[in-house]
């Protein structure tokens, strides 16, 4: 089947049509439909899907069973995300495939096209929760006392998918990943040709910020007599901007919990999530180490209280430069970039795996948003690239 086909059906399945936008949170009816649309895909195809107790799945072409390259991405998005952000990764892979089966190449090792489960953490809160359960780094344990925002535990996620949260675990799946290399859609601007190679992954931290105060009258409580957490926060969130401007790094508060959350009372309690990234990590810890000290000036003055627990933390992570340089020479010096964007290849390349990683072209530099976009032309472009990568790694 053509890309364009392919991405036609496969960017239909859960549209919302007032924003565009997708919403796709682990195991939800939308990740679930548009998982399905992929496994019908691969019956198509006549691959051998193999999956794991958290729902990771990886469907092969090629007679052996043994250790392969596998390419792939994600089918989960952000809350109201861009149609490319992981899909465009497990098309092109599906595309890939039919072009080189129509040019009758044979692959001399499996071809593997993988679609990971929860990558972005949007109902968990935790990125990459398939890739690191499934690579260890995660134990089944602490994976299985999270809980979605209305209180789903995930174990119940899995029940209602019809998974087995008993088999949740390390995952057989990456005994066969001798190689593993993703496609994805840039996410920022620094991409000017239509398809490049990865460096690196920037350090990445999610940070929950508890801001506690004293709930009050807003009509009768006095300016001087308040304990307003709100303050403290608002402070703390200009403070992340301007130190990570001075630091060349990123900070975002983009969730915010209020409580009571009254129009007419002072908050008692203001809870919100830090995502912070910089280019390395003794860069993101004094970043964070500097928020933290203007944060704490600011709740002394306020009489408020902060307490800072980190979510996740994710290391840098090099990819490793012979496979990269691999990569560039089969697509004729194509550029080599590094990303602020966490991704599932970075938890196979910590765990040990040869990983790369494939970017096309965003013109805009928005994603995590409706508005993400890749022309076609580029698209095709990344489809050709995967190609011509599958084939070297796999011949
Ligand atoms: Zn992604």
């Not at 057989?172 to 920022?188: D, K, N």
Request: proline share 6%; glycine share 12%; hydrophobic share 40%.
């Amino acid at each position: 089947m053509s890309f364009e086909s392919l991405w036609a059906d496969e960017s239909a399945i859960g549209r919302n049509p007032d924003t565009g936008g997708y919403t796709r949170g682990g195991w939800s009816p939308t990740e679930r439909e548009a998982t399905h649309w992929f496994l019908d895909q691969c019956a198509a195809r006549g691959l051998t899907v193999e999956s794991d107790g958290i729902g990771n799945l990886i469907a092969w072409w090629g007679a052996s069973d043994g250790p392969g390259v596998v390419t792939g991405s994600h089918l989960d998005s952000v809350i109201d995300g861009g149609a490319f952000d992981g899909p465009l990764g497990v098309v092109s892979a599906l595309a890939a495939v039919d072009q080189l089966r129509a040019e009758g190449f044979e692959p001399g090792v499996p071809i593997g096209i993988g679609a990971f489960v929860e990558e972005e953490g949007s109902r968990f809160g935790m990125p990459c929760l398939g890739s690191r359960v499934a690579a260890g780094v995660l134990s089944a344990e602490k994976a299985l006392q999270l809980k979605d925002r209305a209180g789903v535990g995930l174990g119940e996620a899995l029940e209602d998918a019809g998974l087995d949260p008993a088999r949740v675990g390390p995952s057989p799946l990456l005994r066969r990943m001798g190689t593993f290399v993703e496609l994805h859609v840039e996410q920022g601007r620094g991409l000017t040709a239509p398809v490049g190679v990865a460096s690196s992954i920037w350090p990445h931290g999610r940070f929950r910020f508890t801001f506690g105060g004293e709930a009050n009258h807003a009509g009768t409580t006095l300016m001087e007599d308040r304990h307003d957490p709100m303050l403290t926060y608002a402070m703390t969130a200009l403070a992340a901007n301007k130190q990570a401007r001075l630091a060349g790094a990123r900070a975002t508060f983009g969730r915010l919990s209020v409580e009571p959350n009254g129009t007419n009372a002072v908050p008692s309690q203001v809870t919100a999530w830090l995502d912070a990234r910089a280019a390395d990590t003794a860069t993101l810890e004094s970043l964070l180490a500097a928020i933290i000290k203007q944060a704490t000036e600011r709740a002394e003055r306020d009489g408020t209280t902060l307490e800072v627990t980190p979510e996740s933390v994710s290391p840098v992570v090099d990819f490793p430069a012979g496979l990269r340089d691999r990569l560039v020479n089969v697509l004729d010096g194509a550029p080599v970039l590094p990303t602020g964007a966490g991704h599932d290849a970075g938890v196979f390349s910590d765990a040990g795996i040869p990983t790369a990683m494939l970017f096309v072209r965003n013109p805009t530099g928005i994603s995590h948003s409706p508005a993400e976009y890749a022309e076609l032309d580029d698209c095709l472009a990344g489809v050709d690239a995967l190609a011509a990568v599958l084939k070297d790694l796999a011949k």
